[in-house]
């Protein structure tokens, strides 16, 4: 019993830095508006809505570049295929609704050229 509690003191004195560099999840990036030479202005951004869903996309080949948690409603991906950017965000079906199959809804954000679209 006495062995264990140096090996315990020392795995806990290890381990203490590591917990000073864990992160929530929470926004870390500065505000619009705040005060700071690292604030961002809020630009007005164009979403349009995009009548296929996250399935179709990736059947058409776009490619899932980043995931995240959207908000415990679901999950936001973001695809690209060329030089297109779209957002996706995937609901799961919920016991106990009227929602029982799987639904997304996505965004385009930026345009395709007409170079991309003849391709």
Do not use: H
């Not at 003191?9 to 508006?33: E, I, K, N």
């Not at 385009?108 to 991309?116: K, Y």
Request: with cysteine; glycine share 6%; charged share 15%.
């Amino acid at each position: 019993m006495k062995q264990l509690s140096p090996i315990f003191m020392a795995l806990t004195l290890l381990l203490l830095p590591a917990s000073g560099f864990a992160r929530t999840t929470g926004d870390w990036l500065p505000q619009s508006g705040v005060k700071s030479p690292y604030s961002p202005l809020a630009v007005p951004t164009t979403l349009k809505p995009v009548p296929d869903s996250l399935a179709s996309l990736l059947n058409k080949d776009y490619r899932i570049t980043t995931t995240a948690d959207y908000g415990g409603s679901g999950a936001l991906f973001t695809l690209t295929r060329q030089k297109q950017t779209v957002l996706c965000v995937l609901t799961a079906p919920t016991p106990g609704t009227d929602q029982n199959v799987p639904t997304s809804r996505c965004w385009s954000l930026s345009e395709p050229t007409l170079e991309d679209v003849k391709k």
